[in-house]
């Protein structure tokens, strides 16, 4: 068998960097403020309809361009326009990628902060892990069903990433690696920098017991709607990396099955804790490139075995053990939070 | 001399049964002030209602000129009213000295945008530690201040609830059966520190208690509810001598 | 609208409302009985329809013996479901949270299992095979064995629920866990032997309904969870704990995606695509709206008495 060592490497660094910002993303909000948040694949999935929207109708108008529709008729011609722009023009490829980094924030922390709305309304804890799930599914059905926004279930080609113009392959898939890991470092260091601090304490009281902490005075809804607001930027601007790695925006990518990897990434990795929400994100993602192997090599030995769904068994196995044995993670949460513990010390 | 906290005929029904009926009462500025009565005659329904969990159904709740009746839990907290309950409502997952620092008010470090840049509020979080210590070697639980609050025995949650609910600097303390559970000398003792704390900062109470005898050494004043109402309302002396009170308490 | 189309959408409201109601009572038995929301319901449906499937290709041709293997088949799966996975995290004290998870992956697991299985014998899109025979004939509406055999069982099976549940002891010990979990086993009700027979039941309920869908549609391991929605609606809408609620918002469901979405295409051009989003929305509204459920109070299992 015939691998290229350099390319999964780095295919494996890219997709490991997009996962840990939706590891971080959720262990943020669930990990540390506790909203279960079953409908990661809703935010996600804004930053890649945000991109499959910029790079059909900004991209065009960034390089002087007439805009074509993408759908219909014009579907091929308008392809063929956002391929060439990406490919030939590197900075308007840029400032259309920078500008859907930013709408993407804006919208995926908007959308956050929304959704944490509907934790004030719910009877029992878990209705709420139920609202965010299925509202995720509604969102998914209306986007499939509205046809100018993706061009229904076709899905959108040609969301390129922004170092496509670069003509050596592996330096093209070097540069958006090191983009998406540096975007993980940072979204990393934010979140940790969240959680030392008096915020990260507010958050982890709310999640224990909000109505306590309202009782001591806390604007808890409002603390909660802001960490949602973060948590959901950061997983909208993990779904523009995984739109443009994928060069392919679909609604059938952003399904409950997306949210349940976001799951075990943190399960697994730690609960709580950031560092274990990378740990989770690794092992996933080589969990999946694995499976993915194994399901080729097999076929190419002539098996009709359908790895894929040992691949669900699998996932689901591991976290039924961890939520048996081991349910705060590889990395157990630190419980101390602020340096003023360092104040004390003897 | 007008109350710190004036109660005008509040009432607070749960589908048929009237939890809180007609109730009036007054707590004046400085006071240590018992509320007492046997076990569902609503007492902890109607601190509930006094702090903002739940809804008076009607009346009026005046605290420090302001009218806290409709007011959210959070807002009442910020006007300077803090309570306790009757199950340590301590964040157990926490340090001790976390659950301490969490209700100090005006935190700049708990704003997401200042968050995240530590020197923005590092200073006033190391004054709060300072509070917080000298907190904390008051009710002798400093050596503990990095353990869980689930490692410590019932007695010093009791401690540590009562030490955190000052880190607020309120005006005012409900009290929900700050001694339940614990042993007779700790309860005096507890009662030593809210006496003290009288003394020293003008700070008020009101405080639930089942441990009728220890109460009565501390406290100015004494309201006995019943089956939702208040049944009689004076100094411990008169309490003690009332037939009634007697006859509800132990069925004389 | 022309009326073979009406009678149509009629004729599929009520056969579907009375397959959800079959399914939906079990879920709605579950979240108050032993307050667990399950999400792997739905292969509790899978598994009746296939062991129906198999009944039907190897054993009988007779209905009611494949009814009643899919009942026994789905029992059985959903009691080990209790034992092996949901029993020893409750007693673990997992948070609610961590059993949803929980009932993710064990639905997962199980609906991959059948996707192998399957897949290595070649039984996708099968129907149940029952002989079809035309019972009744209009210009406007065709009636098939299967209606009168569905709706019917569907409906008997409910009378018996609910004779059970007021007329035995199980019944009434399902009741009293149902209100009041903590009072009931203080009080000597045998907790862990009424949830064993409470499992048996749902599983056997789920199972006859996934056997009827069967026959109606044809059958692949996503049956179930296509079907979940829609039966998660119908019990949210009976505020997850009302008998007769659950019934109702079955038939509230299944006449939405029905013969409203039939209407709404026809006088607004609703597409047809739109039919999946029904019980999601109908989910959020009742969550965010009237968490109570349709008859509020009234009729639970249950007597909620918070806020």
Redesign the interface.
């Given at each position: 068998m015939n691998i290229d060592y350099v390319a999964t490497a780095l295919a494996l660094l890219t997709v490991f960097g997009i996962s840990a910002l939706m590891a971080l993303s959720l262990n943020l909000e669930y990990g540390v403020a506790g909203v279960p948040n079953f409908g990661q694949a809703m935010f996600v999935s804004i930053g890649a309809y945000t991109a499959g929207v910029t790079y059909t109708r900004l991209l065009p108008w960034l390089g002087g361009r007439a805009g074509l529709d993408p759908c219909g008729d014009t579907l091929t011609k308008a392809l063929a326009l956002r391929t060439e722009l990406t490919t030939l023009f590197p900075t308007v490829g840029f400032l259309n990628f920078g500008l859907t980094v930013l709408i993407a924030l804006l919208l995926g922390g908007l959308a956050g902060y929304l959704a944490s709305y509907a934790a004030l309304r719910v009877w029992e804890e878990w209705y709420l892990g139920l609202i965010l799930l299925v509202g995720s599914e509604v969102v998914r059905i209306l986007a499939q069903g509205y046809p100018p926004l993706l061009c229904g279930s076709n899905g959108l080609s040609g969301i390129g990433q922004p170092f496509v113009w670069v003509h050596n392959a592996t330096w093209s898939a070097a540069l958006f690696a090191l983009l998406a890991l540096l975007l993980a470092g940072a979204a990393y260091l934010l979140c940790e920098r969240l959680v030392r601090s008096p915020y990260g304490r507010l958050l982890k009281a709310i999640r224990e017991n909000d109505r306590v902490t309202l009782g001591l005075g806390k604007p808890v809804q409002r603390r909660r709607a802001q960490v949602m607001a973060i948590g959901s930027a950061i997983a909208a601007l993990s779904g523009v990396l995984f739109a443009v790695n994928l060069g392919f925006v679909s609604t059938n990518d952003y399904t409950v099955a997306l949210t349940l990897d976001v799951w075990v990434m943190v399960v697994l990795g730690g609960v709580g804790n950031g560092r274990g929400a990378l740990l989770g994100a690794l092992i996933v993602t080589v969990l999946n490139r694995l499976t993915a192997i194994a399901a080729i090599a097999l076929n190419a030995m002539g098996s009709q075995f359908e790895f894929n769904y040992v691949r669900y068994i699998l996932f689901a196995a591991i976290l039924l053990l961890m939520l048996r044995y081991r349910r705060q993670g590889l990395l157990p949460e630190r419980a101390r939070t602020t340096i003023a513990h360092d104040e004390l010390r003897p | 001399m007008t109350d710190l906290l004036a109660l005008h005929d509040v009432r607070k029904s749960f589908e048929r049964l009237r939890a809180v009926n007609e109730v009036s009462l007054g707590v004046a500025a400085g006071q240590i002030v018992g509320l007492i009565g046997p076990n569902g005659s609503g007492k902890s329904t109607l601190f509930n209602v006094i702090a903002g969990g739940a809804r008076a159904d009607a009346g009026r709740i005046v605290f420090d000129g302001h009218d806290i009746t409709a007011q959210p839990a959070d807002e009442i907290c910020r006007l300077g009213l803090a309570r306790s309950y009757q199950d340590p409502a301590l964040f157990f997952r926490m340090t001790v000295l976390d659950n301490m620092l969490l209700p100090a008010k005006g935190q700049r470090g708990e704003q997401p945008a200042r968050a995240p840049w530590h020197g923005l509020w590092r200073r006033q979080e190391q004054a709060l530690a300072a509070q917080a210590n000298a907190q904390l070697n008051q009710v002798e639980l400093r050596g503990h201040y990095a353990r869980l609050a689930s490692d410590l025995s019932g007695g010093q949650m009791k401690l540590l609830e009562l030490g955190r609910s000052l880190m607020g600097q309120p005006k005012m303390l409900l009290l929900d059966e700050p001694t339940a559970g614990v042993a007779p000398k700790l309860a005096r003792l507890i009662f030593e520190q809210i006496a003290g704390l009288r003394a020293a900062q003008g700070l008020t109470f009101l405080i639930i208690e089942h441990r009728l005898e220890v109460l009565f050494d501390f406290v100015d004043d004494i309201y006995v509810m019943s089956a939702g109402a208040v049944i009689a309302h004076g100094p411990p002396a008169a309490i003690a001598a009332n037939a009634h009170v007697r006859e509800i308490y132990f069925g004389d | 609208m022309p009326a073979s189309v009406v009678f149509d959408s009629l004729v599929r409201s009520i056969q579907v409302g009375s397959l959800y109601a079959l399914m939906a009572l079990g879920l709605t038995l579950t979240l108050a009985v032993v307050r667990l929301?399950n999400f792997a319901h739905a292969e509790l449906i899978t598994v009746g329809g296939y062991v129906a499937l198999l009944s039907s290709l190897w054993l009988t041709h007779s209905l009611f013996v494949i009814l009643g293997l899919a009942f026994i088949g789905s029992a059985l799966v959903a009691w080990l479901m209790h034992r092996a996975?949901y029993r020893?995290?409750a007693r673990?004290n997992?948070s609610?949270?961590?059993?949803?998870?929980?009932s993710?992956?064990?639905g997962?697991?199980l609906?991959?299992?059948i996707?192998?299985l399957v897949?290595r014998y070649g039984l996708f899109d099968k129907h149940i095979a029952v002989p079809v025979e035309i019972w009744y004939r209009t210009p406007d509406v065709i009636l098939t064995n299967l209606f009168f055999w569905s709706v019917p069982t569907a409906v008997a099976l409910m009378i018996v629920l609910s004779l059970v549940l007021r007329g035995t002891s199980l019944g009434r010990q399902m009741r009293a866990l149902a209100d009041n979990g903590i009072l009931a086993r203080v009080t000597g009700i045998p907790v862990d032997q009424v949830h064993d027979l409470t499992w048996l039941v749902v599983g056997g309920l789920a199972g006859v309904g996934g056997a009827l869908w069967g026959m109606y549609t044809s059958l692949n391991p996503l049956t179930g969870w296509l079907t979940i929605?829609s039966v998660?609606a119908a019990s949210v809408l009976g505020g997850m704990t009302s008998f007769t609620g659950t019934i109702l918002g079955a038939y509230v469901v299944s006449f939405s995606e029905n013969l409203l979405m039939q209407w709404l295409n026809f006088r607004f051009g609703l597409?047809f695509?739109?039919k999946?989003?029904v019980p999601?929305?109908i989910?959020?509204l009742v969550?965010?709206l009237r968490?109570?459920g349709l008859t509020g109070f009234a009729g639970s299992l249950r007597k909620?008495?918070?806020?």
């Open positions: - | - | 929301p996975v020893p995290l673990r997992l609610t949270y961590g059993m949803l998870l929980a993710f992956s064990v997962l697991i609906r991959y299992i996707f192998l897949d929605l998660f597409d695509t739109f999946a989003a999601f929305v989910i959020i969550l965010l968490p109570a909620l008495s918070r806020r």
